[in-house]
């Protein structure tokens, strides 16, 4: 450990201060140096605090004994002293002499600290400058860490923080510090009684510091909203919470509020920028200090129960809060990058609710097929789209519509977004080896009438899904591809045979959401020919409808000119034509080629009636319907 010691670097260490000069090592940033102990007019405030012991003649200069320098300071006498070395030597090795003595009752605590500081060559304070202290100093730094370690940054100039540690001989938080602050540090001794009053006094203020920067950033304040009704609800947090908890609750609540479905935190070079999705797209909302990264992420991960010393592999959590009585479940991703943790959240609002099949905004005639489909006995109905267009209202919405007392409906989910009356639902967990297959197996021995899968992403869940539709089960899924007639070769990707697939699939629902014009501020124009012709409306087909672009924004759409999301539907059902096509020519393009030819309105053109509507913009439709500007070019 000693050897450990010598090595150490300790800059700047004016081991007496006792204004003599005596011992001050020459360095080339002593001058400014926060422990420079008889420190004039240029020093720190603080660096004239009582010191100990100042003058022990000559202990600065070469190393001396524990026991010798406990003499010279009369502490113990020589007699003690050779008393002690005497059962240091019967004791055998690894017994330290300043243990025996503590066990002798022959030094306190604190004259063996002042003694091992002279030893060192460091300086002993007996008081800490508390109101000097920068809080900013400890912002980086968990108060557990100091507590731990009995440590406490005092003081900061360009090159160095000097570190008030209780214990000179623990090294190794030190090397954590360094990195922490990633500064050189000096070393100053101090009891641990002074150390710990310290820590508690910085810390506090500390927060207030924090407070001040958090206002600054707009967080809106919590407890601010009259719903208050709920135990452990966000908004129930108090003043007294520590700034980062608050700052973390307010970005929940907040989120909640602008009904946001994604919170994302992405540390950058310079500073940490956190966003919001709402209505699919993402907004900036809030840059804070870099400084604050590390205790943000902490603070996330540990809502999320998550590893917090753990930054160099990326974990999932789950966090369940409540936010204005409403219970939202969060699920959590921490990735690590180059400058920090990113960190997004998805925010599921388990007491809204799921929406009626007649809120989704499906076209009159579509709404009318869709429910024909899913009345049926058996088979399988399928919804597809990307992640975020929809597909789980879509089915949520659709199982709502058949649900009723004399048939039993199961589910099994990643995860459970809406709680169902009247549904058994079952969720995911990997974890513990509960996938989709397995969730499955065990929910068709429960004599289930309809079930609902949330996603069918590997072969085994397909074969399932497949066979319990063609034994008189009616099945819901949802599948990731682009597309209705996609969704066919996809199927095939997971081993369904082609027949399998046009005797057991009823239909396939492809979904989007696009964005709804803000009411207040979209704007009538005139559109070009060209554009008319890009979207495929004829200046007869608008009969004198108008067509609204985005407008400038306004209080109503918080400047977004857009406000709320409307489903647009694709909806392939699975007739005699397209059975044929799947068994002869099972290819997305033929599929959707005889589709199209047998009535199937495209995405496009769904999303188009919203145009004409004067729900959406030409851009959104189109925008969100690229995929068919491809396939249609058939
Ligand atoms: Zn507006």
């Known amino acids: 450990?000693?050897?450990?010691?010598?090595?150490?670097?300790?800059?700047?260490?004016?081991?007496?201060?006792?204004?003599?000069?005596?011992?001050?090592?020459?360095?080339?940033?002593?001058?400014?140096?926060?422990?420079?102990?008889?420190?004039?007019?240029?020093?720190?405030?603080?660096?004239?605090?009582?010191?100990?012991?100042?003058?022990?003649?000559?202990?600065?200069?070469?190393?001396?004994?524990?026991?010798?320098?406990?003499?010279?300071?009369?502490?113990?006498?020589?007699?003690?002293?050779?008393?002690?070395?005497?059962?240091?030597?019967?004791?055998?090795?690894?017994?330290?002499?300043?243990?025996?003595?503590?066990?002798?009752?022959?030094?306190?605590?604190?004259?063996?600290?002042?003694?091992?500081?002279?030893?060192?060559?460091?300086?002993?304070?007996?008081?800490?400058?508390?109101?000097?202290?920068?809080?900013?100093?400890?912002?980086?730094?968990?108060?557990?860490?100091?507590?731990?370690?009995?440590?406490?940054?005092?003081?900061?100039?360009?090159?160095?923080?000097?570190?008030?540690?209780?214990?000179?001989?623990?090294?190794?938080?030190?090397?954590?510090?360094?990195?922490?602050?990633?500064?050189?540090?000096?070393?100053?001794?101090?009891?641990?009684?002074?150390?710990?009053?310290?820590?508690?006094?910085?810390?506090?203020?500390?927060?207030?510091?924090?407070?001040?920067?958090?206002?600054?950033?707009?967080?809106?304040?919590?407890?601010?909203?009259?719903?208050?009704?709920?135990?452990?609800?966000?908004?129930?947090?108090?003043?007294?919470?520590?700034?980062?908890?608050?700052?973390?609750?307010?970005?929940?609540?907040?989120?909640?509020?602008?009904?946001?479905?994604?919170?994302?935190?992405?540390?950058?070079?310079?500073?940490?920028?956190?966003?919001?999705?709402?209505?699919?797209?993402?907004?900036?909302?809030?840059?804070?200090?870099?400084?604050?990264?590390?205790?943000?992420?902490?603070?996330?991960?540990?809502?999320?129960?998550?590893?917090?010393?753990?930054?160099?592999?990326?974990?999932?959590?789950?966090?369940?809060?409540?936010?204005?009585?409403?219970?939202?479940?969060?699920?959590?991703?921490?990735?690590?990058?180059?400058?920090?943790?990113r960190i997004v959240m998805r925010l599921l609002d388990k007491t809204s609710g799921a929406k009626r099949l007649d809120q989704m905004g499906m076209e009159e005639d579509l709404f009318k097929v869709w429910t024909n489909l899913i009345e049926q006995k058996h088979g399988m109905v399928l919804v597809t789209g990307p992640t975020g267009s929809g597909k789980s209202s879509m089915l949520y919405a659709s199982l709502m519509h058949i649900n009723s007392t004399d048939i039993n409906i199961l589910t099994i989910e990643d995860p459970v977004e809406y709680q169902l009356p009247g549904v058994g639902q079952i969720e995911v967990k990997d974890k513990i080896g509960m996938g989709f297959a397995e969730g499955l197996r065990s929910i068709l021995r429960q004599d289930p009438d309809v079930i609902m899968i949330g996603e069918i992403r590997d072969a085994t869940t397909a074969t399932i899904a497949m066979q319990s539709s063609m034994t008189g089960h009616l099945v819901f899924s949802t599948l990731h591809t682009n597309d209705s007639a996609a969704t066919v070769t996809r199927l095939m990707d997971f081993n369904i045979q082609s027949f399998q697939i046009s005797s057991a699939v009823l239909g396939v629902a492809a979904v989007r959401l696009v964005r709804k014009l803000c009411q207040t501020c979209r704007e009538a124009y005139d559109p070009s020919d060209r554009e008319l012709q890009i979207v495929g409306i004829t200046r007869e087909k608008l009969a004198g409808k108008k067509i609204y672009r985005a407008g400038q924004g306004c209080d109503r759409c918080q400047n977004r000119a857009y406000s709320g999301r409307v489903g647009i539907y694709e909806l392939m059902v699975f007739d005699d034509h397209i059975r044929e096509t799947i068994i002869k020519s099972p290819d997305a393009k033929a599929i959707k080629r005889v589709a199209i030819e047998r009535g199937m309105k495209t995405l496009r053109e769904s999303a188009m009636s919203k145009v004409v509507d004067g729900l959406t913009s030409i851009d959104e439709a189109v925008q969100k319907t690229q995929t068919d500007d491809l396939d249609l070019g058939l």
């Open 1 to 341: 450990m000693i050897d450990d010691i010598e090595n150490f670097d300790f800059p700047g260490s004016d081991a007496y201060g006792d204004g003599t000069g005596d011992g001050v090592r020459p360095l080339p940033d002593s001058e400014s140096s926060g422990t420079e102990g008889g420190a004039g007019a240029d020093g720190p405030k603080w660096a004239n605090l009582p010191v100990a012991d100042a003058g022990i003649p000559g202990a600065q200069k070469r190393k001396k004994s524990l026991g010798e320098i406990l003499v010279e300071t009369s502490v113990i006498s020589r007699a003690q002293l050779d008393e002690a070395l005497q059962a240091q030597q019967a004791a055998g090795k690894g017994q330290k002499l300043g243990q025996i003595l503590l066990e002798k009752n022959l030094i306190s605590e604190e004259d063996m600290l002042r003694a091992l500081a002279a030893q060192l060559d460091l300086p002993y304070y007996t008081r800490l400058p508390i109101n000097d202290i920068d809080p900013a100093l400890v912002e980086n730094i968990p108060i557990a860490f100091c507590r731990d370690n009995k440590l406490l940054p005092v003081a900061r100039d360009d090159f160095n923080v000097t570190v008030a540690v209780a214990d000179p001989l623990n090294i190794f938080p030190l090397d954590d510090l360094r990195l922490i602050l990633s500064t050189n540090i000096n070393i100053v001794v101090s009891p641990p009684s002074i150390i710990e009053a310290s820590i508690n006094r910085v810390f506090e203020r500390s927060n207030d510091n924090s407070k001040k920067v958090i206002d600054e950033l707009n967080v809106p304040e919590i407890g601010m909203d009259e719903d208050l009704e709920e135990t452990r609800d966000l908004l129930e947090s108090t003043d007294d919470e520590k700034p980062i908890i608050r700052l973390v609750n307010g970005l929940l609540t907040r989120a909640v509020k602008e009904k946001a479905s994604d919170i994302h935190i992405e540390p950058y070079d310079a500073e940490i920028v956190v966003r919001f999705r709402i209505d699919g797209a993402l907004h900036d909302k809030m840059q804070i200090p870099k400084r604050h990264g590390n205790s943000l992420a902490s603070r996330v991960k540990i809502l999320g129960k998550l590893n917090i010393a753990e930054k160099r592999v990326p974990q999932d959590g789950r966090i369940n809060i409540k936010v204005a009585g409403r219970d939202i479940d969060v699920r959590l991703s921490v990735l690590p990058t180059a400058h920090g943790e």
